[in-house]
């Protein structure tokens, strides 16, 4: 995290226009803290108070400084007498803005504030994780007084970023066409409701049984949920019981190569079932069962299995029914996924389930690892108290729920890139994404590139001109940020090159491919005075390279276009 | 009781809670509606704030009904009964105990100048919440609108024992109250519990809350052979469900005493814990387990199964709005499960005042 640019008792003084804000209500906060990550109006599955994330909706609006007056009312005139503005500054190094639609106010002389200081709106689509925030900011010390004596278990302590900051506010007034501007924005394709819920739940389940199994490898479990969307197999080192692979990975494992068997269907009907089950409008566990079982209808269990599971889902039902006492499961017997399903049947709530004890329900740790993921995957990380999500390990779920809505989305697509446009509303400059064309042009405009905002953030003590009128060259650095590495086999060679140069880690995958059938010998060599590892095969073998486009666009948003490497390899290979 | 997180907090529940610290209020609602909680919530954060936060209940069963909570919240010594803190402010005060012109009715007329004359030298008033702020008597109001720093009351106007108690215009008049903030929806029972206890409500209608939306078990009448059926039934329950708050409610000691005798006979995973009211000995209403409550005490408790057994012995007047409302006020203190049990082969006349489709019947 780094320091506010306006940290406590500081001298008043103007916010640098670099700054990006997020500006929302106390009520919102509570659940952008809980989360994690800022989400668009979409990522409110539970409560949402106006502000102006349903004007545009998939998008955020990320606002510049200064915030006017009545960009902050706007977010609690819902409720003037308990609701109060918070402003989320972000470190605008972490938000990509090259292809965000941005709407710059002009405003008339005696309307100027400050000379030059005009602010604008980011119309950002995507998600942003909590590892952005540089600081939370209130307006005054009632409103922040307010916030912090209202605590609860399942809401993350943010007190070291909060911040009095009466003077982020200036008088005057924004554009009074911002609010159709950023209605009229394009839907983009962002994450829906829907994937929102899913990977609150699936991190719910991941969270608690990596809470739970704190001897074993938690970060597994994260690793896992990265790879959840894409359905591919998670590492095989993986410490989980085998069910949860067939059960998240429907395509991609099967138990030693053959079919699943009836513990993975079962546990993947369970998952099913629970991704759709809303426990806040209905506590009907014997629904659950039911549906349960339905779902097992299409899975093409043998008969005599199917039989046996209908025994065991009579004998969930007397339980919950009351018309037969529990007794612990005896160990070696029975299928474990459903013991943990009756287990999780009884005892819904992560408390109460998690502190039975073992001596009476006869449960492994498998069972009852099991039975612990229903839970998260019926509440849900956000609602889990603190207990099941230690910072760190929320902090890590949170991230990677970030990266997979990232990939669920186009918003990260490279094939749109920012042109520069009039803009249809009056009064306004407005900036737009456009398709790209294979060359950039050259942009000559009143304009402030995104990527200059990406640059080294300073603090500033001054007013910053916010605009520049000048001729801006089509740099490398532009054009690696906005290429579609599927299609430019120059770039992409260019960028895999740029990796090399800087040793950039994570961002590059080579896969050698060797010629036949023949045996492949690795052994340790020496290689320029190195100790290496080699494989040794009959033949040529080829290298393919494949770049990891997202985590090499993070890396170069924080390359400077001055670099030496990145200039003497745009001479080494020109393009 | 059971404290919600921010996230099961509804949106008319937030505003309350969220309402400023610095100004007086008046918080009105039905049964179920939540207002407790934020009672519990708002003096804790009086707690925080390092200002002296009291929160007056009506009974002794209510406070320890609450201590649980207040633990939790740190405010455990905070919770008082109305008669308990009124006794010993004008004690610790004036030397003396307070005047009274019956037993448990203290004489305001003598005791609210006084008292007011001393407030104005208290440099330490505590910020008062009241529960059940309409059972307090006017008079009250007045004394306490100059002996707090802050005052927040939480009533239902439609639960207004006697007359001698406080409209809510004695309260805002009173007690120097501008800002009233009114709750709606039942957010305690389960949709088909506040069903069926809806259809035994008898008072006005703005005392009856809004249904909530979260959808559960219908509730269960049970035929059994005999009460040793229906308790081997209860016990199976709690069995099953350990980690549950149980209730069982009856009438009179004796229906009482001999369920009691009957569960301790048998094994249940929890202590049994009876309440018998004038005693001192008050249940761990935090700890599961099943807690035996007679009929005129359950209002203002909870839990999360509710048993009523041998309704078959109930002699009730069944025309009446008392017995009507009694059953509303033993209904809606059950959260998710919900059992009525008689035994015999005759179905009692109360079960006639059942709705037919929105109960399971069961033998």
Known sequence: MENSLFAQNEVLRWPSAKSLFFVTNHYNLREVLTSRFIGSVLSYDNKYYPDFLELCSGRIPLFTSPLYQDVVDFVSQHDPETSYPVVVELNPRQIYLAHTPVFHYTLSENETAHESAQGGCYAWAGVIPFSSVVAIHFLSDQSKSEFSLRSFSELPNADHLYRVSPQLVATGHSEPNLKDWLAAQTPVDVPSAADFVRMDRVSGAVVICASRTRDLRERKYIEQLATIPQQKSPSPSTRTPYWFQQGFYPKGFSRNGGSPDTNSILFSAVVSVLHRFDWQASRRTLDILSLIEQELDGWGIKSEERALLAEIFDRARRYIRSEKAFEPFKPSTGYDVAKALLLFLLRPDPHQLLAWPQEETGADNGVMLTAASFVGLLVGRKSLSLEFRPEALDMQAAETVVQVLSTLSAYNTSSISAVATESPVDGAVQHDSQPATPEPEVVTEEVKMASDINQEPEPAIAPEPTTLKSKLPSSIKQRLLEADYTQDDKLKAFALALCNEMGWRGCVTSLLVCPGDDDVIMSQVKLKNRKVMAFRINGFAEVIYELNAPRFIELLIELKPTDKRLIKLEKERPL | ?363
């Open chain 2, 1 to 363: 009781m059971r404290l919600p997180n921010f996230r099961d907090l509804s949106i008319e529940q937030d505003k309350i809670y969220n309402l400023p610290l610095t100004t007086n209020y008046l918080v009105t609602g039905p049964p179920g509606t939540g207002k407790t909680v934020i009672a519990l919530y708002r003096a804790s954060m009086y707690a925080k704030l390092k200002k002296k936060p009291i929160l007056l209940a009506l009974s002794k069963l209510l406070t320890s009904y609450t201590n649980g909570a207040a633990r939790e919240l740190s405010i455990a010594g905070s919770i008082l009964t109305y008669h308990s803190w009124v006794f010993t402010t004008y004690r610790d005060k004036f030397k003396v105990n307070p005047p009274e012109i019956d037993r448990f009715m203290y004489d305001w007329s003598q005791m609210t100048p006084k008292l007011i004359m001393a407030s104005t030298a208290d440099n330490a008033k505590p910020c008062l919440l009241i529960d059940e702020g309409q059972d307090l008597p006017p008079d009250f109001y007045t004394a306490v609108s100059f002996m707090a720093d802050q005052l927040t009351v939480f009533a239902d106007e439609n639960q207004r024992i006697t007359s001698t108690q406080s409209t809510f215009a004695d309260i805002r008049s009173r007690g120097n109250i501008k800002n009233e903030h009114k709750l709606t929806r039942n957010y305690r029972n389960s949709k088909e519990i506040a069903e069926v206890a809806a259809y035994f409500y008898a008072g006005l209608p703005t005392g009856k809350p809004d249904l909530p939306d979260r959808r559960g078990n219908l509730p269960v009448i049970k035929q059994t052979p005999n009460l040793d059926a229906a308790i081997e039934f209860i016990t199976t329950f709690e069995k099953n469900n350990a980690h549950l708050q149980i209730g069982i409610f009856s009438k009179g000691h004796a229906l009482q005493g001999l369920i009691q005798k009957k569960l301790a006979a048998v094994s249940t995973k929890n202590p049994v814990q009876a309440y018998q009211s004038g005693k001192d000995d008050m249940p761990n209403f935090d700890s599961p387990g099943i807690k035996l409550v007679q009929f005129q005490s359950a209002k203002g408790l909870e839990f999360d199964a509710v048993f009523i057994p041998e309704i078959n012995q109930l002699q009730l007047d069944l025309e009446s709005l008392d017995t009507k409302m009694m059953f509303y006020v033993l209904l809606s203190r059950a959260r998710e499960h919900l059992f009525i049990t008689y035994s015999g082969s005759d179905k009692p006349k109360l079960l006639n005042l059942f709705p037919e489709e929105l109960v399971e019947w069961r033998k």
